[in-house]
């Protein structure tokens, strides 16, 4: 159990600490640099808890696919770190109510099982422990049951969100010579090529 | 002050001892296969390769790791310091911790944890992170160009490897990299999903780096990509975990596909070979196939490159999955 402990604790204390660096740090690439270490540490937590299967999917999808295009798109820019900083305190009233507002609803979340019991009831499918299942296994039963409607409708959301970007970025530009396979592909020797028979002493 | 021995003591130093008796083999393999590489390709070129150094030039790689060690570290002036020097680290290290999952016979493996597909491909879709580092802390545009290309590319082609290993998930039933190693007793799973062999053996290709997709590291255009501004040690741990992560992906194509420690046949002259020799004798042959591309093919275009990740391996493992899935139901072949 201490060594747990201190798992937990280093894994959190890391998290926090680079949550902070986070918003912190004057250049936006070491920013990300530092979500990637908070992500990371998320993950360990996870895996801590026993929820393994949440903790790789953290690392797979928030650290392999999301935060790599995140980077890739904050190395682009071209921040003035100094006009960044003015803007600091003319932003801060709505961050701080956004902030706010999150903690609240957190409170509420958590405060909610404590101050009514019967909100627990509401979880109808209880998980079960985690020596009988493993974790992949519990989560696909209730996502593929019980959630499938949701968990369908969430999958839809998605692709008409990747559907829409597509579309606001689609443009074909005219006078632009493509590459077509299929054409390419398909030439003959008899269409490509043309033999002339050239009387030497007279140009073609 | 016994229950601290038992209990907390001697499992760190027996974790510990293991994993220098991975690391030791694999830093060791990591040498000789640069050795390997100019060896067989020189063999394919009709020309000698390394034979001055030693007998046969088996201590090159050697040599070349102490002219490596003793040349001067160059931080650029207009480098971002820290990020340049974690980013070869990064590098190295991801390319050693994930063989904490790989198996090397029944039981014998350093963590043997249920999701141990997921933590592979989590480690490797990691490995992009110290090539973007390097190329933005060199703070030059070549090692930006080549840390975008790469950016782009090892994206691309992980979609497709993702499907792929979910159809063999899909086969085994299980996301324990042991279990999928078991379900192969009888069957090696590049055989019913031939395609999808080829598929992954073509994405770890990019997945690498290697050639015909080492567009990130483009001699001819980029100098040498991402890692032009590196020297010293910084190069050479690069270079190592290049290779430790070419053997890495040698070892989970044959975990995935090649039945891991088994055996291709349980019959006599078969089986009195251990499994840890197969599975080396695995891991070595998917490596010749590595350094064989080499030899052969031109670099791919880079529009190419990307058409045959999207358009090519994504729609074709999606519906490979689909066609899995619909066969496994239908026919009633559904592990467990």
Known sequence: MVVQALCFYLFSAVAIASAVM??????????????????????????????????????????????VLFLFVVMMLNINVAEMRQGFLQYLPIGATVGLILLVELFMVLGGWAISPEAAQVAQVPTPPPEQVSN???????????????FQASGIVLLVAMIGAIVLTLRTRTGVRRQNLREQSFRTRDESVEVKKVQSGSGV | MA??????????????????????PLLIAVAYLTYAERKVIAGMQLRRGPNVVGPFGLLQP????????????????GSNRIVFVLAPMVTFVLALVAWAVIPFGPN???????????????????????????????????????????AAQMVSYEVSMGFVIVSVVLCAGTLNLTGIVEAQQNLWFAIPLLPMFVIFFISILAETNRTPFDLPEGESELVAGYFVEYSSMTFA???????????????????????????????????????????????AAVLFVFIWVRATLPRYRYDQLMRLGWKVFLPVSLGWVVLTAGVLVTFDLLPQ
Request: aromatic share 16%; hydrophobic share 60%; glycine share 8%.
């Open chain 2, 237 to 283: 741990l690069f270079f190592l975990g290049e290779y430790a992560n070419m053997i890495l992906l040698s070892a989970i194509t044959a975990v995935l596909f090649l039945g891991g420690w088994m055996p291709p046949l349980w019959i006599p002259p078969f089986t009195w070979v251990p499994g840890e020799i197969w599975l080396a004798l695995k891991i």
């Open chain 2, 108 to 150: 014998q493996v350093i963590a043997d944890i249920n999701v141990g597909v997921l933590y592979l491909f989590a480690i490797s879709s990691l490995g992009v992170y110290g090539i973007i580092m390097a190329g933005w802390a060199s703070n030059s545009k070549y090692p930006f160009l080549g840390a975008c290309r790469s």
């Open chain 1, 136 to 150: 992949t296994a519990a989560l696909g039963n209730v996502l593929y049951t019980k959630y499938v409607y949701l």
């Open chain 2, 62 to 77: 050697l040599a070349d790791g102490i002219k490596l060690l003793f040349k001067e570290t160059i931080l650029p002036a």
């Open chain 2, 3 to 24: 229950d601290l021995w038992t209990g907390y003591l001697w499992p760190a130093i027996f974790i510990v001892l293991q994993i220098v008796a991975i690391l030791v």
């Open chain 1, 22 to 67: 986070v918003i912190s740090s004057r250049n936006p690439v070491h920013s990300v640099l530092f979500l990637i270490l908070a992500f990371f540490n998320a993950a360990g937590l996870f895996v801590l808890m026993g929820a393994e299967f949440l903790g790789m999917i953290l690392v797979v999808v928030y650290l392999g696919a999301v935060t």
